[in-house]
């Protein structure tokens, strides 16, 4: 995949997935990813490829106007998401809602540091190290900051120590744990 895209094995690679663009903020994850292109040109090879289906057409117009169209990759619904994670770098999801969303939880499982917003509830996972929460997808001086960050290996590397960690808090055990823990304390009030 990295070579269909174009890239060297030290070139980074920020995934996203998403079934409802606008609510994952992937058009502020394409500013964000075209400020941070434009700022690097020449010293960063990098692609954002958006996996998911949506309708991709505007999103498209977004990039070719912030002259990003062949840096951001559209690869529509796959029955096979691991081979992308597995070619990817680190995770941005820049969600506007989200409950607790299971692809940062999947990039954390999988080693991908992860960039996403504190509208995430998954994103409690990542405050021991594992990514870096944003305040909201429109605080593009931070995600540019964090592109910035995971765009260099030695910090990814850092950050997938952290993913190891974090890991072991997602088990189903723990899960089931906290579940009765807080079935407990209800019917104790």
Known sequence: MRDKWGLGPDDPVFITVAKNFHLK?????????????????????????IVGKDTPESYLR?????????????????????????????????????????????????????????FNGASEILAAGAGLVVESPKDYPAIISAFNELSNRENRDA??????????MLTMDRHIEKLLGAYGEVANL
């Open 159 to 168: 950050r997938i120590d952290h993913c190891s960690l974090a890991r072991q």
């Open 25 to 49: 903020g992937i058009d502020h994850a394409i500013v964000a990813f075209a400020r941070f292109f434009h700022e690097n040109r020449g010293k960063v090879n990098a692609r954002l490829v």
């Open 62 to 118: 977004h990039a070719s106007l912030r002259d990003v169209g062949r840096q951001v990759v559209f690869a529509g619904p796959t029955d096979n998401i691991f081979a992308y994670y597995s070619a990817a770098d680190a995770c941005v999801l820049l969600s506007w809602y989200d409950p607790c969303s299971r692809v940062v939880l999947e990039a954390v499982r999988w080693s991908l540091p992860t960039i996403t917003t504190r």
